[in-house]
Each structure stands twice: as C-alpha cells, then as structure tokens.
T-cell receptor
Framework: KAGVTQTPRYLIKTRGQQVTLSCSPI?????VSWYQQTPGQGLQFLFE???????NKGNFPGRFSGRQFSNSRSEMNVSTLELGDSALYLC???????????????FGEGSRLTVL | AQSVTQLDSHVSVSEGTPVLLRCNYS??????LFWYVQHPNKGLQLLLK??????LVKGINGFEAEFKKSETSFHLTKPSAHMSDAAEYFC???????????FGAGTRLFVKA
C-alpha cells in the first residue's frame, strides 16, 4: 500500500511569492491534515480536511489556505511568502469516521520550503 | 484545555542502556495518547498509541509506554538503546471523539557508541 506522498520535496521561493504544496493520502483515507514544523515553534497544526471540507483550523493567518479534492488529495497554498514561512510542511492522512477520530496519523516525508 | 509537555528537550544515552523519554499531559477529556518518532528529513512514524485499553502499551522497535492517570504521564521507555534509535520523539495528545492533535515540543535522543 503506497504511503502518503508529498510534492515537491524541496523548493526555494522569494519573499512575496506564493507556493502550492500537494499531498496524496493513503488510499481510503478521507482525512488530510497539514502541519508546519520549524526549529523555533516545533510542530504546529495548520488545518484538517475531511470529504472536501475544512473541519479544523489552527492559528495561522489567512495567507495559509488549503483545499481537498474529491479523490481526497489535498493542496495547501501560502500567499505573499515571508521569511518566517521557511519550514518543513508535513501532511498526514488518517482513517476517520464522520464525527470522531481516535486513530493514528500517517505522515508524508514533507515539503521543505525555503523563503529567501 | 489540552496540553502536552515533554520534560526533556535532549536525552543522551549509551548504546545498550535504557531509554526514558518523559511526557506529561493535560486533557479535559479521556484522551488518546501517542508517541511518534522522526528521523532526520523524514516524516513522523507512529511508535505506539494508548486509547483507554491496557495501560501498558507496546510499540514497534522494542518501545513501550505506560499510561498513568494519577500522574497524568505517558513516559516512553526502551530497555536497550540502539544507534538507530537516535531521532526526535514526539508525544501527542488527542481527545477521544474529536479531531485535534496537540504535539509536544519533541525530545531529541542521542545514542553514543
């Protein structure tokens, strides 16, 4: 069974640009969540999508957005990039019910974004 | 409100000696608790999880953790460290019945030859 796939693995952008990251979950997983990981702030929850709907959102500015497609693949977008957006962005998928979750997260290897 | 505190940012052990990584949690609900491991430039991998069944949970690669409600702790242990265990470890809490995961700050484990 294929794992969670994130693309691209590495990318370099300049301030003010925008970036789109992609995540393909494990087949059958309908929940996809995104996390930002930095040395200073650790792992922070960005948002979670389930059946094309954003179900939970972390405390990030509106420049961070995402969406999920009918095949459960998800994208996240960061507009007007700032130096502080340099981070490892991790995607995780999970097998969840409609109203509850008590399972585990399956992570991709991440997309490392460097903003110059 | 939920929170999770990993009591050590770094732990260093010698190969073949026991490992103890400490985690305390706070949760208003009956929580699910997890330990994940992250090797350099990789995603996180689940080591083990507690979901209100047995309080002593066994995971992969010889790791185990004990849920102690009275102490609100979920410490991770391994009897004998291996060089390949060198990585960062995250304690995670999630309330049963809802989706919101709180990650600890992580503990970096160093294993000396």
């Amino acid at each position: 069974k294929a794992g969670v796939t994130q693309t691209p693995r590495y990318l370099i952008k300049t301030r003010g640009q925008q970036v789109t990251l992609s995540c393909s979950p494990i087949s059958g997983h309908r929940s996809v969540s995104w996390y930002q990981q930095t040395p200073g702030q650790g792992l922070q929850f960005l948002f979670e999508y389930f059946s094309e709907t954003q179900r939970n959102k972390g405390n990030f500015p509106g420049r961070f957005s995402g969406r999920q497609f009918s095949n459960s693949r998800s994208e996240m977008n960061v507009s007007t990039l700032e130096l502080g957006d340099s981070a490892l962005y991790l995607c995780a998928s999970s097998l969840v019910g409609v109203r509850f979750w008590a399972g585990e997260l399956f992570f991709g290897e991440g997309s490392r974004l460097t903003v110059l | 409100a939920q929170s999770v505190t990993q009591l050590d940012s770094h732990v260093s052990v010698s190969e073949g000696t026991p490992v103890l990584l400490r985690c305390n949690y706070s949760s208003s609900y009956s929580p699910s608790l997890f330990w994940y491991v992250q090797h350099p430039n990789k995603g996180l991998q689940l080591l083990l999880k507690y979901t209100s069944a047995a309080t002593l949970v066994k995971g992969i690669n010889g790791f185990e953790a004990e849920f102690k409600k009275s102490e609100t702790s979920f410490h991770l242990t391994k009897p004998s460290a291996h060089m390949s265990d060198a990585a960062e470890y995250f304690c995670v809490v999630s309330p049963t019945g809802g989706f919101k995961t709180i990650f600890g700050a992580g503990t970096r484990l160093f294993v000396k030859a």
